[in-house]
């Protein structure tokens, strides 16, 4: 009984380990590809990153839009209960605005693209590998790494801190709708409330998490597609795994980046 | 290049998998201009051995050798350009399936000529009516059906003229006149383009129409590489049985149950 328990503890932290050597290759691997490209001329495909990024940001969009909007209403209601108490209702605008531009937005932002892009990249690279189309690019002299990866990567990276920066934008509007329909504080003292609050470090330690948020959808979306072996059942598998990884990861490096923000004050 | 040296020398391949031998020690030695063809029962390690052939695959021993190189001492960048002058047609085709079929037959040429789009274009527009799909360009591969993807697969191996050509599985669930039409587009490329072909194949009919030699794998080893005529008038039990289509003994289910009553 505490044998077998043992044993597959053991076999899941060998797996563990296992999966993010190969995902650490994948991405020194990539970051190779990019150098090598360099000295090339082109360091990463430039067409296939644009048309990935308007993949990645064009389905996003109104998601995140709505989702933002919708958690800046929360946001503000839930901190007017208790600044109410303090009389101190005028507060709501520096709450909202700090808590959506430092943690919020960003972390909202890429659990929506890790659902919808990451599960895309996973099972769209699965399938090729599935297919043997991944073969077929290496068998072509064709690089799957900087033909398929770094693309995403790159596009995922340029689009993940602009959804978060409109996630930002729309944020504070829902705070801002909360604040004079509800709460009744006038529209300009809330603006000029946020403006005093935010300095930019804030929505740079944002941008900064959003970044870091983008390699890890790309790196676990696209290991787990390319890992995939056998048919096409392990697709669906590869994709519920890139989402699922892809959304403790972005915890786990929010509680990293944020305690190292928060260290360095 | 020596004269006299084979184009693709295998040594001495071994390979398995979790504790399963799929390649036992394999040696094979295919002339340049040669066709072999290479049988032998599904899961007797003959994909396996294309996909070392083509270093897709490493090895666990041995090695492939070709016009004199050792395929797997080679790095990446050299590798990619030997394979520029290789073709493979994989078994399902393995087409993008993001790309119409006259994009995957342009992929290759973008890749590694500095073609313009437009001279793209019409080599793709040549490499698909040579196997009779010129009218089929436009469309996706998930609208063609599984013959003409496998064409299709073919004219895009063959894009940047190879002198190497491998096929995977031809003819497997094609019908007869399909599949007799994509031997003859074998023997024709052969006859004018001199590549050297390796064909991987269960068919015992469109190998005999193809093969300037046969190589007969079972139990991950060659048993027999000989002409086909050789190998029509083999004794060998295991060829005859391939070749009459007989099945093994294991499997000779109204013996074993005599066997299973009389003991």
């Not at chain 1, 190779?32 to 360099?38: K, L, P």
């Not at chain 1, 596009?155 to 934008?169: E, G, K, R, W, Y």
């Not at chain 1, 959003?210 to 697709?235: D, K, N, P």
Request: charged letters at 20%; proline letters at 3%; aromatic letters at 6%.
């Amino acid at each position: 009984m505490l044998s077998t328990a043992l044993r597959s503890a053991g076999r899941a932290t060998q797996n563990l380990l296992v999966d993010t050597a190969s995902v650490w290759r994948l991405a020194v691997t990539a970051a190779s590809r990019v150098f090598q490209g360099a000295f090339r001329g082109e360091a990463v495909r430039f067409r296939a990153t644009i048309i990935q990024s308007v993949r990645a940001g064009n389905g996003s969009l109104p998601l995140v839009g709505l989702i933002s909007f919708l958690v800046g209403i929360i946001m503000a209601l839930q901190s007017a209960y208790q600044l109410g108490k303090l009389g101190a209702l005028d507060l709501v605008a520096n709450l909202v605005a700090i808590s959506i531009t430092r943690e919020l937005a960003p972390l909202l932002t890429a659990i929506i693209v890790a659902g919808r892009f990451g599960s895309a990249i996973a099972a769209e690279l699965a399938t090729m590998k599935v297919s043997q189309e991944i073969d077929a690019l290496t068998v072509m002299g064709i690089d799957p790494i900087s033909f398929l990866v770094v693309p995403r990567l790159a596009a995922l990276m340029v689009t993940l801190p602009c959804l978060t920066i409109f996630s930002d934008v729309l944020g504070i509007v829902g705070g801002l709708a909360v604040a004079t329909g509800v709460l009744g504080i006038g529209m300009n003292g809330y603006i000029a409330n946020t403006f005093d609050a935010l300095v930019l470090k804030d929505i740079l330690t944002g941008l900064v998490k959003s970044v870091a948020f983008a390699g890890i959808i790309g790196l676990i979306g696209c290991h787990q597609g390319l890992q995939t072996r056998g048919g096409a059942e392990e697709v669906g598998r590869a994709t519920t795994a890139a989402v699922v990884r892809s959304i403790v990861l972005i915890i786990c490096a929010d509680l990293f980046v944020t305690a190292f923000f928060y260290v360095r004050g | 290049m020596n004269a006299d040296e084979p184009a693709i020398e295998v040594r001495a391949l071994r390979k398995s998998y979790g504790g399963r031998t799929v390649l036992n020690g394999v040696d094979l030695e295919v002339q340049q201009g040669e066709t072999m063809v290479i049988l032998g029962a599904s899961g007797s390690g003959k994909s396996t051995l294309l996909r070392c052939l083509i270093g897709l695959e490493r090895p666990d021993e041995g090695t492939v050798i070709i016009e004199g190189t050792d395929i797997f001492a080679l790095d990446s960048h050299a590798l990619s350009s030997l394979r520029r002058r290789m073709g493979m047609a994989f078994q399902g085709g393995a087409l993008f399936g993001s790309m119409t079929v006259a994009g995957n037959i342009e992929l290759p040429l973008a890749e590694h000529t500095r073609l313009p789009s437009s001279t793209r274009r019409i080599v793709a527009r040549i490499k698909l009516g040579m196997v009779g799909l010129e009218d089929a360009m436009d469309q996706l591969p998930s609208e063609l059906s599984g013959g003409m993807r496998k064409r299709a697969a073919f004219a895009r191996a063959t894009a940047l003229d190879p002198e190497f050509l491998f096929f995977d599985e031809p003819s497997a669930g094609l019908d007869p006149i399909t599949a007799a039409g994509l031997d003859r587009l074998l023997v024709q490329l052969k006859e004018s383009f001199n590549v050297t072909l390796v064909v991987v194949t269960h068919e015992m009919v469109s190998a005999f129409a193809i093969a300037d030699r046969l190589a007969l794998m079972h139990n991950g080893r060659f048993i027999v590489i000989d002409s086909p005529s050789a190998v029509r008038e083999s004794q060998d039990p295991i060829v005859r049985r391939f070749l009459d289509r007989r099945p093994p003994e294991s499997l000779d289910g109204a013996a074993r149950f005599r066997k299973f009553f009389t003991d």
